[in-house]
C-alpha cells in the first residue's frame, strides 16, 4: 500500500491504519455509507448551486427538528419503544421539513418578502418549535433525549449499521436517480423556459430536485448535524465550479470532493476519538473548498492570477518591442526597416527607457524577460541590439498598431492626436485574422510592410 | 379555560424577569434585524448567529489563557470572559461577513453559497475546537445554542435584585437605539439605495461592516441568557412581520421592537400553558412546560403568520376580499350591460310590449342560467341596491340602474371606436378589449377618448354610443 509511504510516522500510522484498514464492521460500514452520502451531497448540491438554492438545505434541516421531536412523541405514545428508531425520527423529519420547505415558497409567493428573508423566517420558526418540543420531550419519563441530539450536532462515529444501511441505501437511490435524469435537470438549470419548450416537465423536475435536496439533507442529519448538513450540498459543488464550466464534469467532481471529505471525516474522527466527525467532514470540504479556490483550474485565483500576469507580459514585450522599432525607424527611414536592418543599429537603454513612461523597475524587468527569451541581446554597457526574431516580433507589434491607428483616422473623426491611445489597447488583443481583415480594407498596400504612423512618433507617444 | 390557565396562577417574579428578559433580548435583536432584511441580508444573521461559536470559543481560550499565564487572576476571569466573549464574537462576526463578500469577489461565487461556505466553515472550526479542547474549557454547547432563559434571573448583579441578563441585554438595546437613532438617515439611505447613498459620501463599505459588527455584539450579549435560537428567531421575524405592515421605516422599526416584546410575553405565557394542554391531548400526562427561548420564537412565528394572513394592507385575507369584491363589481357590471343591451334590441313599442317582453324574459333566462355564480350574486345584490327590479328570472333595470348601465355600455363602444380608429384590428377583435377595458376607465378617460374621436354617434358596429 502506497499510504504507508506517506505516513512516515509509526504511531500516526498506527491510529490510521485502525481506520483505513477497517478492521472493525462497524467503521467498514460507516465509512461506505457515509460516504454514499457524501456523493449523492455533492450531485444534488450541483443543480442546487445553479439554481441559487443552495441555503434551502438549511431551512429544510432546521425545519426537520419538530419534525423528529413530533415524531419520537407520537411514537412512543402509540408503540412505546419505538420513538428511537431512525425510520420513525426520518420520517417526521421528512414531514416536518416538506412543511417548511413549502412555508418557504408560500411566503415568497404571497407576500412581499423575498428569498432570503423567507427562508429566515422559517428557519427561525421551525428551529424555535422544535426546541420547544425537544424540551417536551426530554420532559416525558420515556423521554431521554440523548439519541435526539445526535441530530443536532451529528454523531457519524456511534451510528450503527443498520442506519447507515438506511442512509447509503438511499443516498444510492439518489445517486442512481440523479444520473438517470441527468440530461433534464441539466436542462432545467440552465435554461427553465427552453425545457418547457422541449416538452418537459419542468415544475414536476422542480419538485423531483426539490425532493432529492430533501432527502439528502434528512439522512445526512445524524452524521453532520442538523447546523452542518448543509454543507455537504453547498460545499463540494462550489469547490468544483471552480475547476470546470461543464456540468458534466463539475457534478463528477462535486460529487468526488463530497464523497473524500466524507470519507476523511469518517477516517479522520475515527483516528482521533476527540474530533467530532460532522466538523471534521465539514473541514476536509473546506480545505478542498479552499484547494480549489486558489488552484481551480477554470476560476481559481492562482491560474487566473497567472493568465493576468502573462497577458500584461505579453502587452510589455510588444510594447518594448514597437518602442525600439520607433527608436531605429528615423535611422533607417521607413521604407527600409527590414528584419535584417533592424538588427544592425545599437539601442540605447537610457533613450529607449524614455520612449514610454515605464518605471524603473518595470523597464528593467522587460529588457531582462527580452534578453531572455531571445529577443534582444546585451551588445554594450546599456546597449542592446534587437535579434532577427526580437525585429520580426517587433515589426509585427508595430503593424498592429498601425493599421488599427490608420483604421481608426479612415473610419472615424477621432482626433489624430488621439489615435495612438485607441490603438494602444487594441493592438494587443487583434488576432491574424481581424489583421488580415483590416489590411483588405486599409487597401492592401504593404501587405507584408509595415506602413509609416500616421502621426509624428513621440508627438502623443510620450 | 380554567385548565388552560391554571399554571399562570403559579406567576411569579421570576416569570416576569424571564418576560423581561426575553423581551429585551427580543427588542434589541429587532433593530439591527430590520436593517439586515432591507438590505437583503437576511441570513447573514443566521450566519454571524453560527460563526460567532468561533469567537466565544477563542475568548474561553484567550481567558483560559491569560489564568494560566497569570496576566489575570482567577477571581476576574469571568469578567475578562465576558469582555473577551463580545469582542471575538464582533471580530469573528465582521470576519465572516467579510470573507463572505471576498468570496463573492474574488472567487465569483454566488452570494448565499459564499455565505454557505463561511458560516459553514467556521461554524464547524469552532465545533472542532470546543470537542478538541473540552477538558480545559467548559463550554456547555447546549447553552449557547438554547440559552437557559429560565436560570438566566438566577444571577443578579449586588443587592438590587436585577438579573444581569436584564442589564445586559437592556445596555444592548440602549446601545442599538442610540446607534439607530444617530445614524438614522445614514441607515435608511444606505439600505435602500447604497448607490445614492455612496454618492452622497456615506461610507457603505463602513456601514456595512458596523451593521456585521453591531448584530454580532447583540447576538452573543443575548446568547448567554436567551440562546442562539430565540436570537435567530428574533433577528428577522418581528422585523419581517413589521414590514408586512407597514411601508414606513420608522414604523417599521417601532413595530417589529413591539412584535418582539409581545412574543416574548407571548411565548413564556404559551410555554406555561400549551404543553400540558397538548402532552394531556394526545396521552403523555408528565409534562409541565416548554422552552420558554423556543415558545417565543414560535410565538414571533406565530405572530408573523398572522401578520401575513390578516394584514391590513398585504394581508392574504385582505388580498382575497379585494379581488373578490373586483370580481363582484366586474359580474355586476356585465349584468347591468346585459340589460341595457336587451332594452336596446328590443325596443318598448307599445303596441306590442307583450312580445317584446317575452324576448327579453327569454334572453335575461338564457344569460343568467347560462353564466357563473358571480351573476347571480351579482344579481341579487344590484336589486338590493335598487338598480334592479323584477325576480331573479325576469330582471329589470331600474332609472339608476340604466343610468350606470348607459356609462358602462357607453365606456364600451368608446374603446371599440378608439381602437377602431388607431389600430388594424379585425372586426371581431374590438369587442374582446372593450369587454375587459369598460369595467376600468374613468369619466376623464371617457371625456378624453370622445374628444379624440370628435364626439361619436355610433361605434363601428353601427350601434349608438349612449351619451
Known amino acids: 500500500m502506497s499510504a504507508s509511504a506517506l ?8 491510529l490510521f491504519s485502525r481506520a483505513i484498514s477497517l478492521r472493525d464492521y462497524n467503521t467498514r460500514v460507516v465509512l461506505a455509507g457515509t460516504t454514499m452520502l457524501g456523493i449523492s451531497g455533492g450531485l444534488v448540491g450541483a443543480f442546487l448551486i445553479l439554481r441559487k438554492r443552495a441555503l434551502a438545505a438549511d431551512v429544510v434541516s432546521h425545519a426537520a427538528l419538530p419534525g423528529i421531536a413530533l415524531a419520537f412523541l407520537l411514537a412512543e405514545r402509540f408503540s412505546p419503544g419505538s420513538g428511537r428508531s431512525t425510520g420513525v425520527l426520518l420520517l417526521g423529519a421528512f414531514v416536518t421539513g416538506l412543511l417548511g420547505m413549502a412555508m418557504t415558497l408560500a411566503i415568497r409567493s404571497w407576500t412581499r418578502i423575498k428569498d432570503d428573508a423567507a427562508l429566515a423566517v422559517v428557519l427561525g420558526l421551525f428551529f424555535g418549535v422544535g426546541t420547544a418540543l425537544f424540551t417536551v420531550v426530554q420532559k416525558t419519563k420515556t423521554g431521554n433525549v440523548a439519541g435526539l441530539r445526535d441530530f443536532v450536532f451529528g454523531k457519524t462515529a456511534s451510528l450503527v449499521a443498520a442506519d447507515v444501511w438506511l442512509i447509503g441505501g438511499i443516498s444510492v437511490a439518489v445517486i442512481v436517480l440523479c444520473g438517470g435524469v441527468f440530461k433534464e435537470l441539466s436542462l432545467l438549470c440552465f435554461d427553465e423556459e427552453f425545457a418547457a419548450a422541449r416538452g418537459y416537465r419542468t415544475t414536476m423536475l422542480d419538485g423531483l430536485l426539490t425532493l ?3 432527502t439528502v439533507t434528512l439522512i445526512g442529519l445524524q452524521s453532520v448535524g442538523l447546523l452542518l448538513v448543509v454543507a455537504l450540498l453547498l460545499i463540494p459543488p462550489t469547490a468544483a465550479r471552480f475547476w470546470t464550466n461543464d456540468l458534466k464534469i463539475m457534478s463528477i467532481l462535486a460529487a468526488v470532493i463530497g464523497g473524500v471529505s466524507c470519507a476523511g471525516g469518517v477516517v479522520l474522527s475515527s483516528s482521533f476519538p476527540r474530533l467530532a466527525a460532522g466538523a471534521v467532514i465539514v473541514l476536509t470540504g473546506s480545505v478542498l473548498f479552499l484547494v480549489s479556490l486558489v488552484f481551480g483550474k477554470e476560476r481559481g485565483l492562482f491560474p487566473r492570477w497567472r493568465s493576468q500576469r502573462q497577458f500584461e507580459q505579453r502587452i510589455g514585450r510588444s510594447d518594448l518591442l514597437r518602442a525600439c522599432y520607433e527608436l531605429l525607424e528615423p535611422i533607417l527611414g521607413s521604407d527600409e526597416t527590414t528584419p535584417e536592418s533592424l538588427t544592425i543599429y ?7 527607457s524614455v520612449t514610454r513612461q515605464w518605471p524603473r523597475g518595470r523597464f528593467h524587468g522587460l529588457i531582462a524577460t527580452a534578453v531572455r527569451d531571445g529577443l534582444l541581446v546585451l551588445s554594450s554597457k546599456d546597449g542592446y541590439h534587437l535579434t532577427l526574431r526580437g525585429a520580426e516580433e517587433a515589426r509585427d507589434a508595430v503593424r498592429r498598431h498601425r493599421l488599427w491607428e490608420i483604421y481608426l483616422l479612415t473610419q472615424t473623426d477621432l482626433d489624430p492626436r488621439l489615435v495612438d491611445r485607441g490603438a494602444d489597447g487594441i493592438e494587443h488583443v487583434l488576432d491574424p485574422d481581424q489583421l488580415a481583415e483590416l489590411e483588405r480594407r486599409l487597401g492592401g498596400e504593404s501587405p507584408h510592410g509595415v506602413p509609416p504612423s500616421p502621426h509624428p512618433i513621440g508627438a502623443s507617444g510620450t | 379555560m380554567n385548565s388552560l390557565l391554571t399554571p399562570l ?12 428578559i426575553g423581551a429585551l433580548a427580543a427588542m434589541a435583536c429587532a433593530l439591527p434585524g430590520c ?3 432591507l438590505r437583503k441580508q437576511s441570513l447573514m444573521g443566521d450566519a454571524i448567529s453560527h460563526t460567532s461559536l468561533l469567537g466565544v470559543v477563542g475568548a474561553f481560550f484567550v481567558s483560559h489563557w491569560l489564568v494560566e499565564a497569570k496576566v489575570i487572576s482567577p477571581t476576574t476571569e469571568l469578567s475578562v470572559r465576558h469582555v473577551a466573549m463580545c469582542v471575538g464574537a464582533i471580530v469573528v462576526g465582521v470576519l465572516s461577513a467579510w470573507l463572505t463578500e471576498s468570496l463573492q469577489k474574488l472567487g465569483n461565487v454566488e452570494s448565499s453559497a459564499a455565505l454557505g461556505v463561511v458560516f459553514t466553515s467556521l461554524f464547524a472550526l469552532g465545533l472542532l475546537l470546543i470537542r478538541a479542547f473540552a477538558d480545559n474549557v467548559h463550554i456547555d454547547l447546549d447553552c449557547v445554542l438554547y440559552g437557559e432563559i429560565v436560570t438566566a434571573p438566577m444571577e443578579t448583579v449586588g443587592k438590587s435584585g436585577v438579573p444581569r441578563a436584564v442589564i445586559v441585554n437592556g445596555f444592548v438595546l440602549l446601545i442599538n437605539l442610540l446607534l439607530t437613532i444617530l445614524l438614522f438617515k445614514e441607515l ?5 439605495d447604497p448607490a445614492l447613498a455612496t454618492t452622497l459620501g456615506i461610507p457603505a463599505q463602513t456601514m456595512h461592516y458596523g451593521l456585521m459588527g453591531l448584530t454580532a455584539m447583540t447576538l452573543v450579549a443575548a446568547f448567554e441568557s436567551v440562546g442562539s435560537i430565540l436570537v435567530i428567531a428574533m433577528l428577522i421575524i418581528p422585523p419581517a412581520t413589521a414590514y408586512l405592515l407597514t411601508d414606513r421605516l420608522p414604523r417599521m422599526i417601532g413595530l417589529s421592537l413591539l412584535i418582539g416584546a409581545i412574543s416574548a410575553a ?16 394526545i396521552g403523555i400526562a408528565d409534562v409541565q412546560d416548554a422552552s420558554s427561548a423556543g415558545m417565543m420564537a414560535a410565538a414571533a412565528g406565530f405572530l408573523f403568520v398572522l401578520a401575513m394572513l390578516l394584514g391590513p394592507r398585504y394581508g392574504l385575507a385582505v388580498r382575497v ?5 373586483l370580481k363582484l363589481r366586474i359580474a355586476s357590471e356585465d349584468v347591468l350591460g346585459q340589460l341595457y343591451r336587451m332594452e336596446e334590441t328590443a325596443p318598448r313599442v307599445i303596441a306590442d310590449a307583450d312580445s317584446s317582453d317575452v324576448r327579453q324574459r327569454t334572453s335575461w333566462h338564457r344569460y343568467i342560467t347560462t353564466h357563473s355564480w358571480k351573476s347571480r350574486i351579482a344579481t341579487w345584490l344590484l336589486m338590493r341596491r335598487g338598480w334592479l327590479t323584477g325576480s331573479h328570472s325576469d330582471a329589470r333595470l331600474t332609472d339608476i340602474g340604466r343610468e350606470a348601465a348607459r356609462t358602462l355600455v357607453r365606456s364600451h363602444r368608446l374603446w371599440e371606436s378608439f381602437l377602431a380608429k388607431h389600430f388594424l384590428l379585425g372586426e371581431g377583435r374590438f369587442h374582446e378589449s372593450a369587454e375587459q377595458v369598460e369595467h376600468f376607465l374613468d369619466p376623464e378617460l371617457l371625456a378624453e377618448l370622445d374628444h379624440d374621436l370628435d364626439r361619436p354617434g355610433v361605434d363601428p358596429h353601427g350601434r349608438a354610443i349612449p351619451k
Open chain 2, 188 to 192: 435608511r439611505l444606505s439600505a435602500f
Open chain 2, 266 to 281: 407571548l411565548g413564556h405565557v404559551s410555554a406555561l400553558t400549551l404543553p400540558p394542554l397538548i402532552s394531556r391531548s
Open chain 1, 7 to 14: 505516513l512516515a510516522d509509526d504511531s500516526l500510522w498506527e
Open chain 1, 212 to 214: 432529492m435536496a430533501v
Open chain 2, 9 to 20: 396562577q403559579t406567576w411569579t417574579l421570576l416569570d416576569t424577569w424571564i418576560v423581561v
Open chain 2, 321 to 325: 376580499w379585494h379581488r373578490l369584491l
Open chain 2, 35 to 37: 436593517f439586515l432584511l
Open chain 1, 346 to 352: 545599437e539601442i540605447d537603454a537610457l533613450v529607449l
